[in-house]
């Protein structure tokens, strides 16, 4: 299969190297789909009929409607238009529709055959995928290698490069490699281990898995996935708590919901109204919101009034109450709402727009409808 390169009489506003330093949003105008940088410049015009966000480098697009193909960061296609369907490149692959089939292409566009397999799964970050075969799933590499050979009756998708497994109605934990780093003799397991810590049920009890032992937290019946090892939401009965790394309640289960985020500060409800607290149960920010998002690393917090705006740590609203925010992007897959990166995807008036930490918005456009930014 070859590759090829056409510029579709383009008019960047940029140089090919420039754009290589910068992380791309998808945007729709007029029907056509383009991209933008954080400046708000249009990089590559709108002039697909369709199209995804940049990935691993690359981004799928129609030009005429029909075929999909890639284009590099300057808008050229490094991969012909020939595809019925396309799914973003992952870990260096990418599942494509061609003449009625699935098949795996690498980043030069060339087929990677794969023996045996019953069905193609998207690759990981990390350069492998899912491998299903006699109803068992196992991994294989970019090359199309067996990496761990099919065993398990499910492997979810990996994050930060752990996965969830399951065997047997059991659930436990591989690498990359394929290795278990933590065995499959457990009911339930979250999706993804930080500091060492991953919540798990076992023989009826939920708890946390700390490097390996599982520690019961008394009165548990449900636990968010860990992103603080010291701030571990967990529900016991209707209502929301937080306990320790030591499996001691700091914050009693008193709350409705509880969201975590960057900081100290936790979003809680109580009755319909949302509010926020620190680490020792103190109210630091009024319950009046009628919906709260915990704050970003930007310092932030996303809060509805009928619309949305956004708060500072001291509850002083930064930018006024007038938006709405979505998790959702085009293609339906979630997303963090709020602040990200230094700026937030807002929509007003029935069109979208990025808007920075001081309401500005982001080369003064409003669109059809947009993507957040992705890396190259």
């Known amino acids: 299969m070859k590759k090829f390169v056409i510029t579709l009489g383009l008019s960047l506003s940029c140089f090919v190297l420039s754009c290589y330093a910068q992380d791309l949003a998808m945007f729709k105008k007029d029907g056509k789909v383009g991209f933008i940088n954080k400046s708000g410049e249009v990089v590559i015009d709108p002039v697909y009929s369709n199209g995804k966000s940049f990935s691993d480098g690359l981004a799928a697009v129609t030009y005429s409607g029909?075929?999909?193909?890639?284009?590099?960061?300057?808008?050229?296609?490094?991969?012909?238009?020939?595809?019925k369907r396309a799914n973003d490149f992952v870990g260096g692959m990418a599942i494509v529709s061609m003449n009625g089939d699935n098949i795996y292409i690498n980043k030069e566009g060339n087929e990677v055959n794969v023996k045996g397999a019953d069905k193609l799964y998207e690759f990981a970050p990390e350069g492998v995928a899912i491998y299903k075969s006699n109803r068992r799933v196992g991994l294989i590499d970019q090359f199309g290698e067996v990496v761990l050979d099919p065993k398990y009756d499910v492997i979810r998708p990996f994050v930060n490069g752990y996965a969830k497994v399951a065997l047997n109605n059991k659930w436990g934990?591989?690498?990359?490699?394929g290795n278990e780093v933590i065995p499959t003799?457990?009911?339930e397991i979250g999706h993804f281990i930080i500091d060492g810590y991953v919540w798990a049920k076992y023989n009826d009890s939920f708890g946390v898995i700390d490097n390996g032992e599982f520690k019961v937290i008394e009165g548990a019946d449900k636990i968010q996935d860990i992103e603080n090892s010291n701030q571990v939401i967990v529900r016991n009965g209707k209502t929301w708590g937080v306990v320790n790394?030591?499996?001691?309640?700091?914050?009693?289960?008193?709350?409705?919901?509880?969201?975590?985020?960057?900081?100290?500060?936790?979003?809680?409800?109580t009755g319909r109204k949302w509010g926020f607290i620190n680490a020792k149960n103190e109210r630091v920010i009024s319950f009046k919101y009628d919906d709260a998002v915990a704050f970003s690393e930007d310092g932030l917090a996303a809060v509805k009034s009928h619309k949305w705006g956004f708060i500072d740590t001291k509850g002083t609203v930064v930018i006024p109450f007038e938006y709405d925010i979505t998790a959702f992007n085009f293609?339906?897959?979630?997303?963090e709402k709020g602040f990200f990166e230094g700026v937030a995807r807002v929509k007003k008036n029935k069109k979208w727009g990025f808007i920075d930490t001081k309401g500005n918005v982001l080369g003064n456009t409003w669109y059809d409808n947009l993507e957040l930014f992705n890396k190259k």
């Open 66 to 83: 029909k075929m999909w193909g890639y284009i590099d960061s300057s808008g050229k296609f490094v991969i012909d238009p020939i595809f």
């Open 331 to 335: 293609s339906f897959t979630t997303q």
């Open 245 to 269: 790394d030591k499996q001691e309640w700091i914050i009693p289960s008193i709350y409705e919901d509880i969201r975590q985020g960057h900081g100290d500060l936790l979003a809680v409800r």
């Open 173 to 177: 934990i591989i690498d990359v490699k």
């Open 185 to 187: 003799k457990y009911e």
